[in-house]
């Protein structure tokens, strides 16, 4: 099996890991800024871990990259017009692009001659039917500027849906699935039968839920206001992206303490939640009409994964779609499990975020390729 580093980046840390097959050997997470120091460093204390006697070394490295433009429909080589192809595309992805690139460059150089490929979020979007992706704006934009619903966190959304029909016992091609991927960035999926038919990011993953710095779905005449008011175009984006959430509700974008101050009956705290959980099930919803009906709603990510009551909050009021949780198990969930109510027509689980693996496949079946 190929042995691959994995550099996953995030909107607020990188994680990096070692998967040798279906097995991570290793894995750590670091701040954005330090993942090209963490590379680096791994590569110089060589070792076991790197490969050394003990294994062939690193045969690859597999490269997380939020966004693909137009032009990245699947898992691509890396190369230096490559590199710069993606470096082109930050405007659109502020919170990752950036560090993404930045992680890229160093491993190359820290890993001369080992493959290096990125695989795009949202490439698992790129199926999403013409009445899901097109925006209702003049063609100049969609077709000379690529306006369009790109989508991301495809990478979670591939993983969450093939993991949930192994933890209900159905194949994933019978199931109508709603991923919900919560973390410090969050979006949903509507997963028909293993493909992406609609998601709630759009152009650049500010859009749709409420986030922890991200404001989620706003009125478009919002910015163009601020800014005959004033405010520059370059603090309204940044504003957006890195001031609003759950942060500019409650002062804090960590949801651990948003919940914690809303338990105080901090008044801030609770709005902050029942903003977030109002948007929720609005977009779950949405999803479950984009598939026509509901199979498993699957939760990952660290708010998905790790919030029990956060998961009631989004499940709560959703029973008119089948949905309930058993509340036992709600709480007890820690990795993947089934904590659907005993009789709901529609199940929900909790699925462990494994972007590695997928990434690590795909890596796989591209650099064989690219060695013939």
């Not at 293993?194 to 910015?223: E, H, I, N, Q, Y």
Request: hydrophobic share 45%.
């Amino acid at each position: 099996m190929t042995r691959v580093l994995v550099v996953n980046a995030g909107s607020s840390s990188v994680k990096l890991s070692l998967v040798d097959g279906d097995r991570t050997v290793w894995s750590e997470s670091v701040d954005p800024a330090d993942a090209g120091d963490a590379v680096e460093r791994r590569a110089a204390e060589g070792g076991a871990e790197w490969g050394g006697a003990e294994g062939g070394g690193i045969d690859a490295v597999g490269h997380r990259i939020v966004h693909g433009g137009t032009r990245f429909t699947g898992p691509a080589l890396v190369d230096d017009a490559v590199l710069d192809a993606i470096a082109a595309l930050a405007d659109l992805a502020p919170l990752h692009q950036g560090p993404a690139v930045d992680a890229l460059r160093r491993t190359r150089a820290a890993l001369p001659g080992v493959a290096q490929v990125a695989c795009f979020d949202t490439a698992f979007h790129r199926s999403l039917p013409a009445a899901a992706h097109t925006y209702a704006v003049p063609d100049r934009w969609r077709h000379g500027l690529g306006v369009r619903r790109y989508g991301f966190h495809g990478l979670a959304h591939e993983w969450s849906a093939r993991r949930a029909a192994e933890i209900v016992g159905r194949p994933v091609g019978e199931l109508r699935t709603v991923t919900a991927h919560l973390g410090s960035g969050a979006s949903l999926c509507a997963v028909d039968r293993g493909r992406s038919v609609d998601t709630t990011m759009g152009f650049t993953p500010t859009a749709g839920l409420v986030m922890g710095t991200r404001c989620g779905d706003l009125d478009p005449s919002v910015p163009p206001y601020l800014q005959r008011r004033g405010v520059p175009a370059d603090e309204v984006g940044r504003a957006l992206d890195r001031e609003s959430g759950l942060l500019a509700l409650a002062g804090s974008s960590d949801v651990r303490d948003v919940v914690g101050l809303a338990a105080t009956g901090d008044d801030d705290a609770l709005i902050a939640l029942d903003v977030w959980a109002h948007r929720a099930r609005a977009l779950v919803a949405a999803m479950t009409a984009a598939l026509g009906g509901i199979d498993v709603l699957a939760f990952s990510g660290g708010v998905g994964e790790h919030q029990p009551v956060l998961r009631a909050r989004v499940v709560d009021g959703l029973g008119f779609l089948g949905l309930a949780l058993d509340p036992a198990a709600n709480e007890a969930a820690g990795g993947d499990a089934d904590v659907t109510a005993p009789g709901a027509p529609a199940r929900a689980v909790v699925v462990t975020a494994r972007e590695d693996l997928v990434v690590a496949e795909q890596v796989r079946a591209l650099v064989p390729a690219a060695r013939t």
